[in-house]
C-alpha cells in the first residue's frame, strides 16, 4: 500500500509568559492511501496541535515545530516554506473543523465558497469549476444542488453545512482529509450520517483521512486503525480491533471504561486526576499520577515502546518481563 504520510519524533512546543508548554514530545506514525487513523485523547493531548503541525498551521510565535519531519508524499512538509504550503492546504491535504458555521462565510454565497478554491488552485473555467461544484453537492448529499449552490449557509442546516464544508474540503480532490472533532457540533442522528458520509466519500475517492476525536464511538464507525495520545505522546496505537478488543495500556482501557454503552451493567467509571502540567513534563510516565498499576520505576523512566504484535504498540512498563513476573507473583499472594 502506498505511504502518503509519515510524521517522524514530531515536537511542538509554545512559550508562554510562564514558560514553554511542550504540547507534542516526540510523536511517531504513519498512514497509508484509502486508511482511516483515528487520533484519540482528553483535551490538551496535543492531538489538534499534531493535526494542525501537519497543515502547518501553529502560529509561530508562540508555538514552533521544534524537532522531527512531516513527510507527506515524499517531501518534508516541516522544512516548507508559508508560500509552498498555501499551495498544499486545501488542495493535497485539507482539513474540516468542528463547528460548520464558522467554518462558513455568512456573507457569500455557498456556490462562491466551493469554487473560491477551485478558481484559485486548478486552471480551469467558470463553468467547469460550477460543474464540479455541483458534482461535490451531490457527493455529499445534498439534494437539488444546482439552485441551492445560490444560497447562503444560513438556508441550511446544520448538518448540511457540515456536508458543504465537508464538500468545500474535497473539491481539489487532496490525497489526505484532517477531520478534527468533525460531528461534535452536530446531533447524534445527523451525526451517524456524516460519519457513514466519510465511508462513502473514501471508497468513493480514496483519500486517506485523519480523523481528530475524544469520542471513541465515532471511533468504532470509521477507522482503520487507532492512536492514542496522552500529555503530548503516543502511548498505544494498533488497529481498531487491538484497540477495542485488547487494550494494554491502563489509560486507553480507562477511556474505554468511561464510554457509555447500551449492553453495559455497570456504572460508568471516570478516569480519576486530570493530566499532568505540560510546562515541566515528567520525566517518566506522564500517567503514573493516574494510573492504578503504578511502580517505582513508572515516574522515574519512561517506558520502552512494546510491539505486541506487527499492527499494536504500547508504551507501558506492564508489559516488561520484571513486570509481568511481579503481577503473577502478587496474584498468586492474593
Ligand atoms: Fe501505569 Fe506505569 Fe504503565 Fe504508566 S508505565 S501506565 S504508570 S504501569
Known sequence: MERILEVNDLHVTFTTYGGTVQAVRGVNFHLDRGETLAIVGESGCGKSVTSNAIMRLIPDPPGKITKGSIIFKGQDLAAYSEKKMRNIRGVDISMIFQDPMTALNPTLTIGTQLMEGLKEHKKITGSQAKQKAIEMMDLVGIPNPEERLKQYPHQFSGGMRQRIVIAI???????????????????????????????????????????????????????DRIIVMYAGKIIESGSKRDIFYRPE??????????????????????????????????????????????????????????????????????????????????????
Not at 169 to 174: K, R, S, T
Not at 197 to 214: C, D, K, M, N, P
Not at 294 to 313: G, N
Open 169 to 223: 474540503a474535497l473539491i481539489c480532490d487532496p490525497d489526505l482529509l484532517i477531520a478534527d472533532e468533525p460531528t461534535t457540533a452536530l446531533d447524534v442522528t445527523i451525526q451517524a450520517q456524516i460519519l457513514e458520509l466519510f465511508s462513502t466519500i473514501q471508497e468513493r475517492t480514496g483519500v486517506s483521512i485523519i480523523l481528530i476525536t475524544h469520542d471513541l464511538g465515532v471511533v468504532a464507525k470509521i477507522a
Open 249 to 334: 495500556h491502563p489509560y486507553t482501557k480507562g477511556l474505554l471504561n468511561s464510554v457509555p454503552r447500551l449492553d453495559a451493567k455497570e456504572e460508568l467509571k471516570p478516569i480519576a486526576g486530570t493530566p499532568p502540567d505540560l510546562f515541566s513534563p515528567p520525566k517518566g510516565c506522564p500517567f503514573t499520577a493516574r494510573c492504578p498499576f503504578a511502580m517505582e520505576v513508572c515516574d522515574k523512566v519512561y517506558p520502552v515502546s512494546e510491539k505486541i504484535s506487527d499492527s499494536h504498540q504500547v508504551d507501558c512498563w506492564l508489559q516488561d518481563e520484571r513486570a509481568k513476573q511481579l503481577m503473577a507473583a502478587k496474584s498468586l499472594q492474593t
